[in-house]
Every structure is written in structure tokens, then in C-alpha cells.
């Protein structure tokens, strides 16, 4: 660290350096790309793993056994918390849930999760539910209906 370092306070943003404007500006000629070699030619671009050539790393490893990842179902999630902003005897359900901007949408099916407190008398119908989600809406005199 330098002095000049220390005293530039307040700067957010650092002028952006000009390569390739002659041997005078410090970073003329070769430009920061060195000589020679793949990365100082033009139009090199190089895909995500590419090690020189050598076999990648993704392609040496073995792959064994199965993975779910194609099949596994995704939830959006919402709080019972969030349900208090809804009004009384009202149907709460994904549409409903996204119209009034409680969730972004991370799956095609809705999940009631327990956190909070639900004060109001609601109907909530949703693919999975907690087990404390359920108490909940219950306890506050609310229904709960599982979609298949």
C-alpha cells in the first residue's frame, strides 16, 4: 500500500487504465498480453474447463451411481408470516401468493412452511405443508387443503 493510497478517500470509482496507446503510456505495444502464446493473439476465447488442451478435470472423473437432480420437484416457499397480510375467509394459493409479491417464483408447486404467526381466519390451499404450518393455520381457525 502506498501513500497516495491511503489519501484517495471518498473515490468510488478508479479511471479505467487505456491500453494499447503506445510505448509511452506504460501499457503500449504488446498491450498487458505479454508475447506470444494463445492469450496475446486476438480472438481467444477458451470454454469454461479448458486446461491447455490437457484432459479436463470433469472428464477424468469417474461418474457412478444415480442422481435425482432431473427428477426432483421444486417448491416456492412461503411463511405462515406472510399469510397475516391477507384478508379474512380468503383462498390463498400460488397465483395468489405471486400476484401479492410474497414469493418469487422457484417452482410450479406452492410449500407452507411454519415460521410466524397467523392471526386472521384463512383458506390456504398448497401442495406440502409443514406440520407447524398446519397447527398454525388450524389454531387461527383457518383451513388447510393439499392440492394433488
Known amino acids: 500500500m502506498q501513500i497516495h493510497d491511503v489519501t484517495a478517500k471518498g473515490k468510488k470509482n478508479r479511471k479505467r487504465k487505456r491500453i494499447g496507446r503506445g510505448v509511452g503510456s506504460g501499457s503500449g505495444k504488446t498491450a498487458g498480453r505479454g508475447h506470444k502464446g494463445q492469450r496475446s493473439r486476438s480472438g481467444d476465447n477458451t470454454r469454461i474447463g479448458f486446461e491447455g488442451g490437457q484432459m479436463p478435470i470433469y472428464r477424468r472423473m469417474p461418474k457412478r451411481g444415480f442422481t435425482n437432480?432431473?427428477?426432483?420437484?421444486?417448491?416456492?416457499?412461503?411463511?405462515?408470516?406472510?399469510?397475516?397480510?391477507?384478508?379474512?375467509?380468503?383462498?390463498?394459493?400460488?397465483?395468489g401468493v405471486l400476484d401479492a409479491h410474497l414469493a418469487a417464483k422457484t417452482g410450479d408447486m406452492l410449500k407452507v412452511l411454519g415460521m410466524g404467526e397467523l392471526t386472521q381466519k384463512v383458506t390456504v390451499r398448497a401442495h406440502k405443508f409443514s406440520a407447524s404450518a398446519v397447527e398454525k393455520i388450524e389454531a387461527a381457525g383457518g383451513t388447510v387443503e393439499i392440492i394433488k
Open 69 to 95: 437432480a432431473r427428477f426432483k420437484k421444486h417448491y416456492t416457499l412461503i411463511n405462515v408470516e406472510s399469510l397475516s397480510g391477507f384478508a379474512e375467509d380468503v383462498v390463498i394459493d400460488l397465483a
